[in-house]
């Protein structure tokens, strides 16, 4: 009875993070179409509200969620030789995730755009 149970939790567990991280997406994909929006239209102040919205929104929860992960939920696999490898790409992943955020920080116009994902089909859904 308490294998099943653990089970259970642990299913309801995975099941809320691929919630959050959907809903994450979501907002996401949400910011940077204001982003390509304001560059198509040439809009250079919607462009900037855009852009500060984006970076704010990753610096507040992008990042943190992607750092917290690392910590009690990496913990456990990372010991295990089977998960090794996994952990050690999805921390390798969060590097990438905070080195796109530095470099958006200081992009402009259509750099910002081409550099992070417009038009790549850049999916961020892993986080």
Known sequence: MNAAKDAAVEARALQDVETHHADMLKQLNGLVGLLVEALDAGDSPAEERAQAALLDWCDSDLVP???????????????????????????????????????????????????????????????
């Open 65 to 127: 969620h992607a750092l917290a992960e690392e910590g009690l939920l990496y913990e456990g696999p990372r010991a295990r030789p089977e998960g090794k490898l996994l952990v050690e790409g999805m921390l390798a992943e969060h590097r990438v995730i905070v080195e796109l955020v530095d470099e958006l920080r200081t992009a402009t116009g259509v750099q910002a755009a081409v550099r992070h994902g417009h038009g790549h089909g850049h999916d961020a859904g892993h986080h």
